[in-house]
């Protein structure tokens, strides 16, 4: 954004870029991420089920009964707690890469690919740590 | 209009410096309401730097820029805001916002700075457009466009909430001599007629002289001459009428030596070192 002065012309609409552009993004990433997680557990759970039904002889129900005893509904608040936190890594890192990016289209690629990285790093380690907290505190 | 009390844009030895390199070195001048100034100058000669120090988006080493007789130099961004509301800026790429329509551009400063009706928003965005040429564009983004078509967007833009103030990057190049000639009737159209003052860095000669009515040039940093278009015209300067000729020889450098380069750079130019490596990175 900064590398067509839109960033500039923002602030002198007198328009603040960050309330204009990392505002809407980040609501969205931490309304989103979070509902991308609830369905990505769905489909996670309809994959553990065509696997036991198809390859491995489990009854539909069995399945249903046994998952239900494994699984707890911690593990469903940490899965949202991460993805929470995960989200705002993720705004934090791209925008920051968004708003200071310099040297035209190629840099623009570069920034990305740079934002994505580093993103990605930040998520491994967060979720270490997160890990660890839910593990010895819960 | 001219010289009613309080000079609009006051530059009070401006000083601004990158490193220990000074592009702008004491630079004083006012404008008053109603005029048209046309900075002028070679590339790199720190007319856009200028621009930027009037707009309040860059600080000076020293010096001070009053804006509407109010000091924004020293002056807090929340401050420089309630400022900004009163002038428009057009810039050299237009600087159009890329996810919104034609129409959405022109609509933003309103949408964001008044409490206008939705209709009311649509009827000014279509006269705004119009004015610039470009009705019926409203549902086009900017990157279905020509760049001469995003610089009126641009401007229509900066128009939005009527301004007493517009600064403008070049409004003229890239834009073909018919264009040239709506935009600077427009210009004038604004300024003789409506009392708007505006500041326009430029240098297409034909446009400047056509809308000016006080010129400045800069050069080596410093401001080599100012006065009304026809004071400029009949300078005895030599660097002065050898950028309105547009001649390639005079006094004005064309460009620097390898060894003035190397000396300013402080380091040795390799021309095209790494080209190969880069080409087989993409390509690989």
């Known amino acids: ?138 | 209009m001219k010289a009613n009390g309080k000079p609009m844009i006051e530059v009070d030895r401006l000083v601004r410096e990158f490193g220990d390199r000074t592009v702008l070195n004491d630079i004083s001048f006012n404008v008053h309401s109603g005029d048209t100034l046309v900075i002028m100058g070679g590339s790199g000669c720190g007319k856009s730097t200028l621009l930027r120090h009037m707009i309040g988006a860059m600080k000076p080493t020293s010096g001070t820029v009053k804006l509407f007789g109010e000091e924004i130099t020293g002056m807090k961004e929340r401050e420089i805001l309630r400022i900004r509301l009163r002038f428009g800026m057009l810039f050299q790429s237009g600087a159009l916002l890329a996810s919104l329509t034609v129409g959405e551009n022109v609509a933003l400063p309103l949408l964001q700075h008044t409490d206008k009706s939705v209709d009311e928003i649509e009827e000014i965005v279509e006269q705004k457009l119009q004015m610039v040429g470009l009705t019926g564009f409203e549902d086009l983004r900017p990157d279905e466009i020509s760049g001469g078509m995003k610089k009126r967007v641009g401007l229509a833009r900066a128009l939005a909430l009527d301004p007493e103030l517009l600064f403008s990057d070049e409004p003229t190049s890239g834009l073909d001599p018919i264009m040239t000639a709506v935009v600077d009737e427009l210009t004038m159209k604004l300024t003789r007629g409506k009392g708007m003052t505006a500041v326009v860095v430029s240098h297409d000669m034909t446009s400047a002289f056509r809308i000016a009515t006080r010129m400045i040039m800069l050069g080596h940093g410093g401001i080599v001459a100012q006065g009304t278009p026809d004071e400029i015209r009949a300078s005895s300067n030599p660097e002065v009428q050898q950028f309105i000729k547009g001649e390639p020889d005079g006094p004005i450098p064309l460009n620097l030596s390898q060894e003035e380069h190397e000396h300013h750079q402080h380091v040795k130019p390799r021309p095209f070192a790494g080209a190969r490596d880069r080409f087989h990175r993409k390509t690989g």
């Open chain 1, 1 to 138: 954004m900064k590398v067509s002065e839109e960033i500039e012309a923002l602030e002198v609409m007198a328009i603040n870029p960050v309330q204009f552009l990392v505002v809407p993004r980040f609501l969205a990433m931490m309304v989103m991420l979070p509902a991308l997680t609830i369905f990505g557990n769905y489909i996670g759970i309809l994959g553990g089920w065509a696997v036991c039904r198809f390859a491995l002889d489990f009854n539909t129900a069995g399945y249903i009964l046994r998952a239900l005893e494994s699984a707890d509904t911690w593990d469903l608040y940490s899965g949202m707690i991460k993805s929470v936190v995960f989200a705002w890594i993720t705004i934090t890192i791209a925008c920051n890469a968004g708003l200071t990016v310099e040297g035209g289209a190629e840099g623009v690629g570069q920034a990305t690919t740079t934002a994505v990285v580093q993103a990605l790093l930040a998520m491994l380690v967060m979720n270490a740590v997160l890990t660890g907290i839910f593990f010895f505190a819960a």
